[in-house]
């Protein structure tokens, strides 16, 4: 029997499983965030390490065995370097941009928003133009320019994304603390004469959560595919860091060739990763939208 | 109307300079070009006399002010590499991108809009969940990935599709375009799928749920009641009413299929300009670069502006100036 007052956290587990695919994009998620966390622990050969690369292994097709006797389940690139390695170490630094980035603006968007709700005027104004600014342009061409600038590395991209992205979690969380505003508690701690950082941030913000989730949630997939894209076109990260797009990169000069593995299995990877946080977004929207709630 | 057309050319021209100032100085700190253009056994009055020549030697603000009074008489400078004017390097690729954005966007509207339809009228039938499946797998795969299986198949395994170039062109008043040979066809098919397959995803949505909305209003049981036929309904009441916020959306989204073309051309080696500014980037050609992005910056804000004109021709329910001046 099922006790009468359920946690919150009980009733959104429960109904977070009612859908079979968001399950499933869960259970994915798991696992690929797992690969890339225990990518230096699970992987056959740390890929980047010279010292156990053998040129004489490079662009083995999938299932070949090396000179000493392993077998490489998905082929080696052209210097030799074991795929499956390669994508799980390629998973932990996508992951990692993504998430990285992804936190950063949303602590950003998240305190321009609020304070452009809450105090209104020429600050709403003012941070509001510059967002309707940005986000006229196409996150690809900021980044772009971004990086041409700044140059390559993980710190770089991050920043790229982070820039990119705050103005999206700055206009969600305004548009919501607009409308938490003009709620009775907020009046009420108002009335208490409580500090402007304290209603601001213990009162608003806890209330402007919900929607910034999903929206979190989706993003993190568009930074690592943004990622990718720029890492793909040579801008992104530095070979001596490789994330998926880079891998991706690298195999597409052997594509043509039918050497489809280089390119192709990286590219799985992303595509899974992309899925199962879509999937996971998805549920989410409907279970924090109160407005589809039964 | 002259009012608003006055305001907003002023703020155009506004942000604009405020792009070309904030670009300037970005690529401004990119490297040293001299380095890539001269001999490497250049001794230290080769390089002097390379950077004078560039006209790099002089101070920063010296710089800006020599481009922005050359910009002003449609002059953004030399391209370092080739040495021909910037703008000319851009305007010769641009037909290029443009066709290539063009053709995609016919692609995603004759296919975006029909299938939204049917997914809006037949939500959960099999054939609209299918349609919305493939609609959220158009958005959430990155369009250089789907390029990359679109080669795999179409020009690896089948040998159908050639993966790069624009292939036979023909000209129209003087302008290459490639969609009117056969070659040419064959060469802008899969470029042009890939750019549209975002957009083509959006309209879908977009499309659907306005049809579900409009369903539902008086006007369409109306007509039901009057016994007018399901493809009148349909055709006329329906897709007259969720028409304007999809216009809106195909205007705004042109500026960003030009954006997106980027990727798109360098996967499919597509000489346009989203090739010619990674190519620019690759080889620190500064002037390159800004005059790229003022020539996409002064199109996105054209084309803003259009969509502006045309919504509110569309729509009189919205109305320029005072009203719009706010946001």
């Known amino acids: ?294 | 109307m002259l009012a608003y057309a006055i305001r907003r050319f002023g703020q155009s021209l506004f942000v604009l300079v405020l792009m070309s100032f904030i670009v300037f100085v970005g690529v401004y700190a990119i490297g040293n070009p001299v380095e890539l253009l001269v001999n490497p056994q250049a001794d230290e009055v080769e390089r002097a006399r390379a950077t004078a020549a560039l006209g790099l030697d002089k101070p920063f603000l010296e710089q800006y002010w020599v481009f922005l009074k050359g910009a002003a008489s449609g002059d953004l400078g030399r391209s370092f590499v080739y040495n021909v004017p910037a703008l000319d390097l851009i305007l010769d690729k641009l037909p290029a991108t443009i066709e290539l954005a063009f053709v995609a966007m016919v692609i995603a509207i004759a296919l975006g809009i029909p299938l939204g339809l049917v997914a809006g009228l037949k939500p959960d039938s099999a054939i609209g969940r299918g349609i919305m499946a493939g609609s959220i797998l158009g958005f959430s795969l990155p369009t250089f990935w789907v390029g990359l299986v679109l080669i795999m198949v179409f020009s690896v395994q089948l040998g159908w599709l050639p993966s790069n170039g624009r292939g036979d062109t023909l000209a129209v008043a003087g302008i290459p375009v490639s969609f009117l040979t056969a070659d040419g066809l064959a060469h802008i098919a899969m470029p042009a799928v890939n750019l549209a397959l975002f957009k083509l995803s959006l309209l879908i949505r977009l499309t659907r749920a306005g049809t579900r909305e409009a369903v539902l209003q008086d006007y369409v049981k109306f007509a039901r009641a009057k016994g007018l036929p399901q493809s009148r309904v349909i055709g006329v009441h329906v897709l007259k009413n969720i028409l304007i916020p999809i216009v809106t959306v195909i205007g705004l989204e042109l500026g960003s299929v030009i954006a997106f073309a980027i990727v798109t051309e360098s996967i499919f080696a597509w000489p346009g300009t989203g090739k010619l500014l990674i190519d620019s980037i690759n080889q620190l050609d500064r002037p390159v670069i800004v005059a790229y992005l003022l020539v996409i910056v002064t199109l996105f804000i054209v084309i803003n502006f259009v969509v502006d004109v045309l919504y509110s021709m569309l729509d009189p329910r919205v109305r320029l100036g005072g009203a719009a001046a706010s946001h």
């Open chain 1, 1 to 294: 029997m099922a006790p009468r007052t359920e946690s919150p956290w009980a009733r959104f587990r429960a109904e977070f499983a009612e859908s079979r695919l968001a399950m499933a994009g869960l259970a994915l998620l798991v696992v690929i965030l797992a690969l890339g966390i225990l990518a230096p622990v699970i992987s056959p050969q740390n890929p980047y390490d010279l010292a156990q690369l053998d040129v004489m292994d490079s662009r083995l097709a999938p299932g070949e065995k090396s000179a000493d006797g392993r077998t490489y389940w998905l082929g080696t690139d052209d210097q030799g370097r074991d795929m499956l390695s390669g994508i799980f170490y390629g998973l932990r630094i996508s992951l990692g941009v993504g998430v990285a980035s992804t936190v950063f603006a949303l602590a950003i968007g998240l305190v321009f928003g609020l304070v452009a709700a809450y105090f209104g005027g020429w600050v709403d104004t003012i941070i509001m133009r510059v967002v309707d600014i940005q986000l006229s342009f196409p996150a690809i061409l900021i980044a772009l320019i971004l990086l041409a600038v700044l140059g390559q590395g993980v710190d770089k991209i991050v920043i790229a994304l982070v820039t990119v992205q705050w103005a999206y979690y700055a206009r969600t969380v305004r548009s919501s603390a607009l409308v938490e505003r003009q709620k009775e508690y907020v009046e009420a701690a108002r009335v208490l004469a409580l500090g402007q950082a304290r209603i601001v941030f213990r009162h608003l913000l806890p209330n402007c959560l919900p929607p910034l989730i999903v929206v979190a949630t989706v993003q993190v997939a568009h930074a690592i595919a943004l990622e990718a894209t720029l890492s793909f076109l040579g801008l992104g990260l530095p070979i001596t860091e490789p994330s998926l797009g880079l891998l991706i990169s690298n195999g597409f000069q052997y594509l043509l060739s039918g050497k489809y593995w280089i390119s192709f299995y990286p590219g799985v990877a992303l595509l899974l990763t992309i899925m199962a946080i879509n999937l996971v977004a998805d549920q989410l929207r409907d279970i924090l939208n109160p407005r589809l709630r039964k």
